[in-house]
Antibody, heavy 119, light 107 residues
C-alpha cells in the first residue's frame, strides 16, 4: 500500500520560500508510470493543482503561480519536494502531495500539511 | 486553462436518496475526468476516473457518466458516510483543474 507523508515548516514569513518534502513509502517512486504532484487548498476553499514531476525530473507547473514554483525529486530517498518562493498570505493553505496515475488522476494522497504565511 | 464548473454548489439530501452532481468543462475534455470525495480535515479520495471507471474499493453506488463538456456523478441509495464535498478534475491538458466543489449535506 503506497503512503505519502508531507513534512516541512508550518509557518513561513512573507517574502520567504516555502519548502515541503513528500516521502513515499510502500513502493518505489520509479516503479510504474506516475506523476508526483502537489495540490493545495486554502481553508474553506477548493483544490488547486500546483504542479507535477516525473521521476526523470520532467516538470509541469501551474502558470497561476508565475514562476515561483520549483519541484525536485530524489528517487534514492523516495522523496519529492516543493519550493514556492516570495510567499504571501494568499499562499496559506493545506498542502497535499499526491500520486497521479499516468493520465492525470490522483489515486494516493498524503494527509496534508497546513502552511501559514505570517510574520 | 480549462474551467470546470460544478452544480449545484451545495445540496441537501436524505439517506436513501439518489443524488446527481453535474460538472461542465469550458472546452471538450473527452473523458479525461475524475471525481473525488473529500471529508472535513481529510485528503480527497478518488472515486471515478476516465469519467466512468469506478476506482478499486469505491462503493458501487457511485457512478459517473458523460463526455466532451458535460459530466455527472450519481450516488444511488445515499448513505450516511456519503455526506461530504465532491470535486471533479480534468486532466485533458495542463494545468489540471478542479471544479469548485459540491457539498452534500443531510436534509
Amino acid at each position: 500500500q503506497v503512503q505519502l507523508q508531507e513534512s516541512g515548516p508550518g509557518l513561513v514569513k512573507p517574502s520567504q520560500t516555502l519548502s515541503l518534502t513528500c516521502t513515499v513509502s510502500g513502493g518505489s517512486m520509479s516503479s510504474g508510470s506516475y506523476y508526483w504532484s502537489w495540490v493545495r487548498q486554502p481553508a474553506g476553499k477548493g483544490l488547486e493543482w500546483i504542479g507535477r514531476i516525473y521521476t526523470t525530473g520532467s516538470t509541469n507547473y501551474n502558470p497561476s503561480l508565475k514562476n515561483r514554483v520549483t519541484m525536485s525529486v530524489d528517487t534514492s530517498k523516495n522523496q519529492f519536494s516543493l519550493r514556492l518562493s516570495s510567499v504571501t498570505a494568499t499562499d496559506t493553505a493545506v498542502y497535499y502531495c499526491a500520486r497521479f496515475a499516468y493520465g492525470g488522476y490522483a489515486d494516493y494522497w498524503g494527509q496534508g500539511t497546513l502552511v501559514t504565511v505570517s510574520s | 486553462d480549462i474551467q470546470m464548473t460544478q452544480s449545484p454548489s451545495a445540496l441537501s439530501a436524505s439517506v436513501g436518496d439518489r443524488v446527481t452532481i453535474t460538472c461542465r468543462a469550458s472546452e471538450s475534455i473527452s473523458t479525461w475526468l475524475a471525481w473525488y470525495q473529500q471529508k472535513p480535515g481529510k485528503a480527497p479520495n478518488l472515486l471515478i476516473y476516465n469519467a466512468s471507471t469506478l476506482q478499486s474499493g469505491a462503493p458501487s453506488r457511485f457512478s459517473g457518466s458523460g463526455s466532451g463538456t458535460e459530466f455527472t456523478l450519481t450516488i444511488t441509495n445515499l448513505q450516511p458516510n456519503d455526506f461530504a464535498t465532491y470535486y471533479c478534475q480534468q486532466y485533458k491538458s495542463y494545468p489540471w483543474t478542479f471544479g469548485q466543489g459540491t457539498k452534500v449535506e443531510i436534509k
